[in-house]
């Protein structure tokens, strides 16, 4: 029986990415976010949990922060009943974090402004 080598691959280095493919990477990256905030205006009111996705972007924020608060514990999980492994933030936190935030005081909180 006679062995058949196989054609050795040879690994390129790392090509950066060109500024097209960056700007094409980030305009997929803004589309996927607007996308997001167009579908919680019309479903924001009826859910009862989000994805940690759609909790940031739901807060105001971005996407990344929504599992940022999940893994520093800011955000709780729901127990995964159904076996899906699914990351799923209940209602009642995205409630309980909006209403702990302050409102914008524009004033120095020790009286000293720049002058």
């Known amino acids: 029986m006679q062995s058949v080598e196989q054609p050795r691959k040879t690994v390129q280095p790392a090509i950066p990415p060109t500024e ?3 700007q094409q990477r980030k305009s997929r990256r803004l589309a996927r976010i607007e996308r997001i905030r167009r ?6 009111n009826g859910r009862l949990a989000f994805s940690p996705s759609e909790a940031g972007v739901a807060c105001g924020r971005s996407p990344t922060w929504g599992y940022r608060k999940v893994y520093d514990g800011t955000f709780r999980l729901l127990d995964d009943a159904d076996g ?3 990351m799923l933030i209940p209602r009642t936190e995205i409630d309980r974090f909006l209403s702990r935030v302050a409102k914008y005081d524009p004033q120095p909180k020790n009286g000293s402004g720049h002058a």
């Open 20 to 22: 097209e493919q960056k």
């Open 39 to 44: 579908e919680l205006v019309d479903s924001l």
């Open 84 to 86: 899906r492994n699914r």
